[in-house]
């Protein structure tokens, strides 16, 4: 289920899948809301888990929820600010991090596939590797620069 980190998201939408089980909406999104104060303004995905009338609850973070975290920047008013560009720069150590949390849930047969993916990702979120543009960043991986290639082992 997708909701908004830190927010109590709308029990309605949670009363027809967790009613019938025999839970009340409103603990279950207080649950939620307190499970994800750390991704406080970021979209992600809850994974609830529902045995003996207990609810629990599993944050999984997309690609892009982990690099905008990894920018640190403060997090905004959603209603407010449409369409947000992130300017920021991340460590390439960063995203190593990134890529082995991400490793699971991967395409790529290698780590440095993964990495690449992860790479497509901030393209898409608009945010530099050390200072210089992502696609550069794989580029390098290609070509098997000695610099990058020593993080990948």
Do not use: Y
């Not at 993964?114 to 550069?136: F, N, W, Y």
């Amino acid at each position: 289920m997708r909701c908004t980190g830190g927010e109590v998201g709308a029990t309605s939408s949670l009363a027809p899948k967790i009613g019938p089980l025999g839970l009340s909406p409103k603990k279950v999104g207080d649950d939620i809301a307190k499970a994800t104060g750390d991704w406080k303004g970021l979209r992600i995905t809850v994974k609830l888990t529902i045995q003996n009338r207990q609810a629990a609850i599993e944050v999984v973070p997309s690609a892009s929820a982990l690099i905008i975290k990894a920018l640190k920047e403060p997090p905004r008013d959603r209603k407010k600010v449409k369409n947000i560009k992130h300017s920021g720069s991340v460590p390439f150590d960063d995203i190593v991090n990134i890529a082995r949390v991400m490793r699971h849930r991967s395409i790529a047969r290698e780590l440095s596939g993964t990495i690449k993916e992860i790479l497509g990702t901030a393209q898409s979120v608009g945010c530099t590797i050390d200072g210089r543009p992502p696609h550069d960043v794989i580029d390098d991986i290609n070509s098997g620069k000695p610099c990058i290639v020593a993080h990948l082992v």
